[in-house]
C-alpha cells in the first residue's frame, strides 16, 4: 500500500494501525493546495465465518452514511470521500492531527477533579451531537478519543460499529455485540444498546481518570454497582453521584442522553464543594470543623 495513490488522488504515506476488519493509512491529498494529509481506512476483513465477514461489510458500509448524515462538525471527523477501486473499498476522512486518550490515561495517572470533568464536557458535547441525530457510537475509549493539537479539544472518532438507534424496535432480534471490554454495559452485550450505552462508556473514562485503573478491572458489588471509590480516589460527592449513575448496571438508571449529564455536570460545577477521599467523606468534613 505505501505510495499507492488511491482515487487518483490520495497518496498513501504509512499505516496508522490495523483491526479486525482492515486497515488504517496517513495518506495525502494531492488534489488540494499543500497535499494536507488525511486519513484513508482499507476495508480488510479477517472473519472466522460467513456470517461475521456479513456484519464486518455492513458495518463498513454504514460508516460514512452516519459521517455523512451527521456533516460538518468540529468534534466529529468529517468524510471526505468513498472509493471502491479493483475491489478494494477505502473511506476517506479528515486527519485529527494530534494524540488519542490512552496516552493521557496511564494505569495508575490520577486526574484532579476539574480536569474530569472537563474531559467529560468535552467527550459528551461530541456526544450530544451524534445523538441528535439517533446514532450510538457503541465503541466510545480513549484510543477512539484524540486531543488536538490545534486547540487541545477531543474529537470523537471512529465510527465503524455506529448504529441507529431506533428505540421502537427493542423487542427485536438483538444486533451483533459490538464494543470494548471495560466500556461497554451489560445491553450492549446483549445486543440492546440505546443512547444511554454510550452514557455508560463515557462515565467508565471518568471513573478511569480519576481512580487511574484500567475500566475491566473494576468490579461490583452485590447490587451490580461498579466498586470504584475508596480513601486513595479523591473526588467530591457530588461529582461522584453523577459518575455513578452514568455506569448504572439497568440502562433505565442512567441518564438517558448526553443532554442530561451534561446538566449534571454544570449543577456540580456551579455548587461549591470540597474534594475529599470519598470513602471518609464525614470524617473529613468533621476534620475540617475541630
Known amino acids: 500500500m505505501l505510495k499507492t495513490t488511491i482515487g487518483g488522488r490520495y497518496s498513501i504515506l504509512k499505516e496508522l494501525g490495523r483491526g479486525s476488519y482492515g486497515q488504517t493509512w496517513l495518506a495525502e491529498d494531492q488534489h488540494l493546495p499543500g497535499s494536507p494529509h488525511c486519513v484513508v ?5 479477517w472473519p472466522s465465518s460467513a456470517s461475521e465477514l456479513e456484519i464486518a461489510q455492513r458495518l463498513f458500509e454504514e460508516e460514512p452514511k452516519f459521517l455523512q448524515e451527521l456533516g460538518k462538525y468540529d468534534l466529529i471527523p468529517q468524510i471526505m470521500a468513498y472509493v471502491e477501486e479493483s475491489g478494494e473499498r477505502y473511506l476517506v476522512q479528515e486527519y485529527i492531527q494530534g494524540h488519542d486518550l490512552s ?3 496511564n494505569v495508575g495517572k490520577k486526574f484532579s477533579e476539574a480536569s474530569v470533568m472537563e474531559l467529560l464536557q468535552q467527550i459528551l458535547q461530541a456526544l450530544e451531537f451524534i445523538q441528535e441525530h439517533k446514532i450510538i457510537h457503541r465503541d466510545i475509549k480513549p484510543s477512539n478519543l484524540m486531543r488536538r493539537d490545534q486547540d487541545g479539544k477531543v474529537v470523537l472518532i471512529d465510527f465503524g460499529a455506529a448504529k441507529k438507534w431506533q428505540p421502537h424496535h427493542r423487542c427485536q432480534i438483538p444486533t451483533v ?3 470494548t471490554p471495560g466500556y461497554i454495559p451489560p445491553e450492549q452485550v446483549n445486543g440492546y ?3 444511554s450505552s454510550d452514557i455508560y462508556a463515557v462515565g467508565m ?3 478511569q481518570a480519576l481512580t487511574g485503573q484500567l475500566p475491566n478491572t473494576l468490579q461490583l458489588n452485590s447490587a451490580n ?3 470504584w471509590r475508596n480513601n486513595q480516589v479523591k473526588v467530591s460527592d457530588q461529582l461522584a453521584a453523577v459518575l455513578d449513575k452514568m455506569v448504572r448496571y439497568n440502562s433505565s438508571e442512567r ?3 448526553a443532554t442530561d449529564a451534561l446538566a449534571a455536570l454544570k449543577e456540580v460545577k456551579q455548587k461549591p464543594q470540597a474534594t475529599v477521599p470519598s ?3 464525614l470524617l473529613a468534613w468533621l476534620k475540617r470543623r475541630r
Open 41 to 45: 481506512k482499507q476495508f480488510k476483513p
Open 103 to 105: 496516552t493521557e490515561l
Open 177 to 179: 455485540a459490538i464494543g
Open 193 to 195: 444498546p440505546d443512547l
Open 205 to 207: 473514562i471518568g471513573i
Open 225 to 227: 454497582k461498579v466498586i
Open 255 to 257: 441518564y438517558s442522553c
Open 279 to 281: 470513602r471518609f467523606p
